[in-house]
């Protein structure tokens, strides 16, 4: 199920950015916003038990900084790994084959989905 979610929304973000660049670009931006999906929800779980236990995380926030960006750079690795180019033609056909109003429906989730997350995020962490 969530292997699917993710599928859509790479396809999604793939179908837009094919208009604007050539395939390997197109395919690397999905993949950063397949990396900016993942990574959201990473850091609204971290806020979710920042907030439920109290933790001060302070102290850590040159540690965090250097881990965000590694666990990034690790996740743009794995997911370009991931989505080769048999992988991401399979998905992209399985994609174009719904009818178009679907297809238009995973594009508004994507960005909404994308949205939400950071949404929710910034008010986690305001005070």
Not at 76 to 86: H, P, R, W
Request: hydrophobic residues 50%.
């Amino acid at each position: 199920m969530i292997s699917k979610f993710y599928n859509n929304v790479f396809a999604s973000a793939y179908h837009l950015y094919s208009k604007y660049y050539p395939p390997p670009r197109a395919t690397f931006r999905s993949i950063v916003i397949l990396a900016l999906h993942i990574m959201g929800l990473l850091f609204l779980c971290l806020a979710i038990a920042k907030r439920a236990f109290v933790l001060d995380l302070s102290q850590y926030q040159g540690a965090l900084v250097t881990i965000t960006i590694g666990v990034f750079a690790l996740m743009l690795i794995q997911l370009t790994k991931n989505y080769s180019k048999k992988r991401t033609d399979a998905i992209l056909n399985e994609f174009r084959s719904c009818p178009s109003k679907v297809r238009r429906v995973w594009g508004f989730i994507t960005i909404t989905t994308l949205l939400l997350e950071y949404i929710a995020l910034a008010f986690l962490l305001s005070k």
